[in-house]
């Protein structure tokens, strides 16, 4: 029957052939690859997507006006790449930025992408007749206005270091002349939106709900035809995703349990790819009340209790359990893979004695269970865990630890939007939580220093410590490479010092991969990012790989 | 007997009504108040229709009036996690299910009731004792757990099926028509299969104590003192007589169908009813996990009363 | 034949059956590793003893069953996981049992319109199929504690229950010597008591020992799907269900799944035996 089939394709293949577009050399592109998501995407129109999945899909469908570099540099716009605009100049004021879009660039419609796109899309994300997720992330946009049909001005309430970040990123054009007729209020659940029209490299083809996405190459964009012929995207849970990648039915998951990891080094089928990430996990311990906002909380105030239990958790011996050899360390409130990391610093060792001494000493007492109380209050809280695979193997390793110090920790397992309204509300005890950084000290501004703590700002944990705030402003301001890393590492040594939180592992993740497959060089924080130049070898293709672009039968 | 008729289909209203009364109540007991939407980030306009058509800030007995009425026009409400209305995903969802569940109904009665009538024919008999082993095995094993061993089986250690989704992702759409009709059954042999053998064992025990009951009976004796075959006897006409609380059997079954479904669809990430059900549970999506009950009960009392309507045409005994 | 008598008859063809007799075996052993194993063995359920060079470890001398991925002693959990899994079992059968015997006993006796009523609504929590209630249930209620999921487990079980009992509860109404004992002005209680629930005792009986079986299964099911126990505690299935997570073919996988089919088995045959015994009329094999 698999020869039977194979003739098929071929059949429909070579008679297709005469018909479509030539590819640019024999068998330079081609292929069909499968990705296995976790979840199906809850939307890819660019102004709902608030999701992982959808986010992918959109990735391949629109370009941003600049794209960011893989440095990953949100601090102004030297390492970002020319998408849609060709180029930009800022106002002497900084206060605007004009965008000149490339004239190459068309709607997958075939009409050029206009400054008026800009303008649309703008008032699009922002109207809250709309309402859409992305909307706080532009506040700081003012307006747009076009110049002429190729040149759109941004408009700034305040010159900030993202400002360029705000607008290249976040910002996705969507093409007026299609969503321009709908009034805001039905767009987000018009019909219209769940088969868009994009400007990328790939063209969407069909969403059956739940089931697949597809999206084909787009032989005539102006960055060049994708290596890829198609990509079709079939979510389904972890475990099954696992077993299809395995047996060649998928060609791509995302997050492969790390303890069947060995299973891709033997496979023929599929390999495993570590990427090196810039996230890194940690424990944080709100300082505050939960309960009454800013009344300092009954165990974590105490800077002595925060040492003591960062002191009692074997961090070394917990990599190992739940990453094997391929785990990496965290040495502080940064990712190892950022240019200032800094792996001589002191974090609190694992002594569980001098824990307990500590402990002791800030007056919470083993009582005749084992368990240590304090004026009655005994030493327990809960701890909020999304779904992580890998934070819940670190929760339950931490409680087991915890325990042998008298201390006990309930486990609070939510899903991600509760969690991230814990974070958001401040309402946790203590909580598992990672930050992606950026290579500039600056970023760390954001989600450990006093600036965080406003609206905007990622510092969730509320944390603020004059020191830190000053050490990381000198370190920021210092034109000496030498001196900067100098100040961070100090600047880093006293947050490490006053352990608001216990720092775990830098995120690694373990990708499977087909092993016909030839990846592009990707990003840290999308894997996806290139996915139009990976590309499949013309003598490892299998069936699905060589139907071309023909459309199917309808 | 058309009044018969008439009135069970009243009855399947009367039962569909109350069932949507349990969900409603249900699933209003939840902290924050579901019906108001006003925990989740919906765009304002979807919450403005929402609003309109349940009436979230009317006094509760409005509210539920307003629930069964919509519910009636088959309006359920909004999925926040696949941002479409829980009408058009339990729509794309159900057939699947309907699939599934059918598939593995008519295997399970099929060859459950072949088994039963050979272990009750033969009573004690090594293939009674052998069988009965076997099936009340399946019976004790948890129905995801067949699932997965099944799927690892045949589609990881002998590579003959896929594993999971309903069709090839990619080739379904060029392949033939005959072809495309065996990559649709490739993908349903694994679910179906573990569906069926999880239920088949209830299926044979039941049957099989129905023949027990039925055999020693007086007319079974005359058919074998009139010099009937065994086979005769057993085939043709004990087992009518013992078929008749097959359509009890087909009552209670029905929502273990259903329920096993839910495991089977999540192993084999399978799209329908189940799969809904469980991705709105971990997405804490109210209004669809209120519909799946619905939905689910339905099937079952529409199942139900075909099951009886049937059973009606087939044997006469029963109209009385 | 006086009461006694009957049922020392009964529990002389309990005895004499060997299908009963190996799974009380069984269910015995099972119910005693369950109350004594765990303070018997030495090794914590939770304790984590090695998690660097003890992570799933094969079956020893002094690991029988091997480690689980957060290196704890398997038999230890396995023993505290019959504590779980078997409590929640029995304490949410016996809850099921007594809900559904009230239930049939008001509908059975009180009859006409009030049994009408109660036997569609009924129908009604009939027609559902379990597990999507059970989803329902523990979608609304969001941070389920144990005791809350034997209320929800028990509190979706007993619907057949009461239909079985409300039709015995018919039967035994219509009975001459019932309202024999109305006449003389007996509470309708006490005539429940003393004449109805006897005869509703058997088959609840049996209906209560397969239900064991069921729940056992049922409990895993829900940890698969995400609605079980929580950490550190864990049933049977919450054991399961997480060894799935880490790999396939670990011992953490085996052990807790040979645990649940063995004891739903046992439940099961003795349900079965039982049956046969006490109530051979019924042809309901499914409770």
Redesign the interface.
């Known amino acids: 029957m698999r020869t039977a089939f194979l003739l098929v394709a071929a059949g429909v293949a070579l008679a297709a052939c005469s018909t479509t577009d030539s590819r640019p050399g024999p068998g330079a592109t081609g292929g069909t690859v499968i990705m296995a998501p976790t979840s199906d995407a809850s939307s890819i129109f660019p102004p709902s997507v608030f999701d992982l999945t959808g986010r992918m899909v959109q990735d391949q469908l629109f370009d941003r006006l600049a794209e960011i570099g893989p440095e990953l540099v949100t601090i102004g716009d030297k390492d970002f790449t020319p998408r849609l605009a060709k180029s930009w100049t800022w106002a002497s004021d900084s206060l605007s930025i004009a965008f000149s879009l490339d004239p190459r660039a068309r709607w997958h419609d075939g009409k050029p992408v206009t400054a008026n796109d800009i303008r649309f899309s703008f008032k699009v994300y922002t109207d809250p007749k709309f309402a859409s997720p992305v909307a706080p992330l532009l506040a700081n946009l003012d307006s747009v206005t076009v110049r002429d049909s190729l040149t759109a001005v941004v408009w700034f309430k305040k010159h900030t270091p993202e400002q360029f970040y705000d607008v290249a990123y976040q910002l996705v054009p969507i093409p007026e002349h299609v969503y321009g007729g709908i009034p805001l209020e039905q767009l987000r659940t018009s019909p219209i939106t769940q088969s868009p029209v994009g400007n990328s490299r790939f063209r969407f083809v069909r969403w059956d709900k739940g089931t697949r996405i597809e999206l084909v190459a787009d032989t005539s964009n102006y960055r060049g035809r994708a290596k890829l012929d198609r990509i079709v995207f079939t979510p389904s849970n972890p475990v099954t995703a696992a077993t299809q990648l395995l047996t060649g039915q998928a060609d791509f998951v995302e997050s492969y349990p790390f303890d069947r990891a060995s299973e891709l080094d033997t496979s023929t089928v599929a390999r495993a790819v570590v990427l090196p990430n810039f996230a890194y996990v940690f424990m944080a311990m709100n300082q505050f009340d939960p309960k009454s906002k800013n009344a300092p909380h009954p165990i974590f105030s105490d800077v002595r209790v925060r040492r003591a239990l960062s002191m009692a958790v074997d961090r070394r011996a917990m990599l190992t359990n739940v990453f094997g050899d391929k785990g990496k360390l965290s040495y502080g409130p940064f990712a190892m893979s950022a240019p200032f990391a800094d792996s001589t610093l002191r974090l609190p060792p694992y002594d569980t004695a001098a824990a307990k001494a500590l402990l002791d000493s800030a007056g919470w007492r083993a009582g005749a269970n084992g368990m240590r109380a304090k004026n009655g209050r005994p030493l327990r809280f809960a701890l909020v865990v999304s779904p992580s695979p890998f934070r819940r193997r670190y929760a339950v390793l931490m409680q087991e630890q915890f325990k042998t110090l008298g201390v006990q920790m309930d486990l609070d397992q939510v899903d991600d939007n509760a969690a991230r309204a814990h974070m958001d509300n401040h309402d946790f005890d203590a909580l598992m939580g990672a930050f992606s950084n950026d290579p500039s000290p600056s970023g760390v501004r954001q989600t450990w220093g006093t600036d965080g703590i406003a609206e905007g700002g990622q510092n969730f944990l509320r944390y603020s410590n004059k020191r830190f705030d000053t050490l990381l402003d000198s370190a920021t301001s210092s034109f000496d490479p030498a001196k900067m890393k100098s100040y961070a590492s100090r600047a880093f040594q006293t947050v490490i010092d006053d352990a608001p939180a216990i720092f775990l592992y830098d995120i690694t993740l373990v990708y499977g991969v087909n092993r016909r497959i030839t990846m592009a060089p990707t990003r840290t924080d999308e894997y996806w990012a290139n996915l139009a130049d990976w590309s499949i070898p013309a003598g490892k293709r299998i069936d699905r790989d060589r139907i071309g672009l023909t459309p199917a039968k309808p | 007997m058309r009044r018969y008729i008439a009135a069970r289909i009243l ?1 399947s209203v ?2 569909t009504f ?2 949507t ?3 409603f109540f ?2 209003r ?3 924050g108040d ?1 019906f108001s939407y006003e925990s989740r ?6 919450r403005q229709q929402l609003r309109a058509q349940f009436g979230f800030d009317k006094p509760l007995p409005e509210q539920f009036v307003r629930y069964v009425a919509n519910v009636a026009r088959g309006n359920f409400g909004y999925s926040f ?4 209305s829980v009408h058009d ?1 339990i729509a ?2 159900l057939p699947r299910t309907l699939l599934l569940a059918g598939v593995a109904l008519t295997l399970a009665f099929g060859l459950g009731l072949v088994i039963g009538v050979m272990q009750a024919a033969r009573r004690g008999g090594w293939f009674d004792r052998v069988t009965s082993g076997v099936l ?2 399946f ?7 067949a699932a ?1 061993v099944l ?2 089986a045949f ?2 250690w002998w ?1 003959l099926l ?5 069709v090839d ?3 379904h ?4 028509g005959w ?1 495309a009709f ?1 990559d649709r059954a490739r993908h349903l042999i694994l679910p179906a299969a573990s569906l069926t053998l999880l239920s088949m064992a ?1 299926v044979a ?2 049957q099989r ?2 023949m027990l ?1 039925v055999l020693p009976s007086d007319f079974v004796r005359a058919a074998r003192a009139k010099g009937l075959s065994e086979r005769a006897v057993i085939w043709r006409h004990a087992l009518r007589n013992a078929l008749a ?1 097959m359509t ?2 087909l009552g ?2 029905l ?2 169908f ?2 096993g479904a ?2 089977v669809e ?4 399978w ?1 329908g009813i189940g ?12 209004d669809v ?2 519909a ?2 619905i939905v ?3 099937v ?2 529409l199942g ?1 009363l075909a099951a009886d309507l049937l059973h009606l045409a087939i044997d006469p005994r029963i109209r009385e | 034949m006086s009461r006694s008598a009957r049922s020392a008859s009964l529990l002389r063809r309990v005895a004499r059956s060997r299908p009963a007799r190996w799974s009380l075996v069984v269910i015995c052993l099972l119910v005693l590793a369950a109350l004594v194993g765990p303070r018997l063995w030495p090794y914590s359920p939770s304790a984590q003893l090695d998690i660097v060079r003890l992570k799933n470890a094969a079956p020893s001398w002094s690991h029988p069953l091997g480690t689980d991925q957060y290196s704890r002693d398997l038999l230890a959990r396995i023993l505290s996981g019959a504590q779980i899994s078997l409590g929640i079992s029995t304490v949410a059968v016996a809850l099921s049992m007594t809900l559904g015997t009230m239930y049939g006993l008001v509908a059975g006796y009180a009859g006409g319109r009030v049994d009408t009523v109660m036997m569609r609504a009924l129908d009604g929590l009939l027609a559902i199929p379990r597990v999507l209630l059970v989803i329902a249930l523990v979608t609304v209620w969001t941070q389920v504690p144990l005791w809350g999921l034997i209320v929800l487990i028990g509190g979706t079980g007993w619907f057949g229950v009461s239909r079985l009992v409300r039709a015995e509860t018919l039967t035994a109404r219509r009975a001459v010597y019932v309202d024999a004992a109305r006449a003389l002005g007996v509470t309708p209680a006490r005539i429940l008591w003393r004449h109805v629930l006897p005869n509703v005792l058997a088959p609840v009986i049996v209906s209560a020992t397969l239900a064991v079986g069921n729940v056992i299964v049922l409990e895993s099911g829900l940890s698969y799907l995400g609605a079980g126990t929580r950490e550190p505690s864990a049933s049977w299935g919450a054991m399961f269900t997480d060894a799935m997570s880490s790999s396939l073919g670990t011992w953490g996988l085996l052990f807790p799944g040979i645990a649940i089919v063995v004891t739903a088995m046992a439940f099961n045959v003795l349900g079965d035996a039982l049956r046969d015994i006490l109530d051979p009329r019924t042809t309901s094999p499914v409770a």
Request: hydrophobic share 55%; aromatic share 8%; net charge negative.
């Open positions: 009855q009367v039962v109350i069932v009364t349990i969900a249900v699933v007991a939840a902290p579901p980030p919906l765009p304002p306009a979807v996690g696949k941002q479409e995903a794309q969802a009340l095995f019976y004790s094993v948890p129905d995801f757990w997965l799927m690892v589609s990881s590579r896929p594993s999971g989704n309903i992702p990619v080739m759409d060029y392949m033939p072809m065996i209830a025990r039941y104590a129905a009951e609380p009890t059997l209670l079954m929502p273990v259903i329920g839910v495991f999540r192993v084999f990430a799209p799969s809904l059900a469980t991705d709105a549970l971990a997405g804490r999506d109210y996990v209120c799946t009950v689910g009960a339905v079952v009392i139900n």
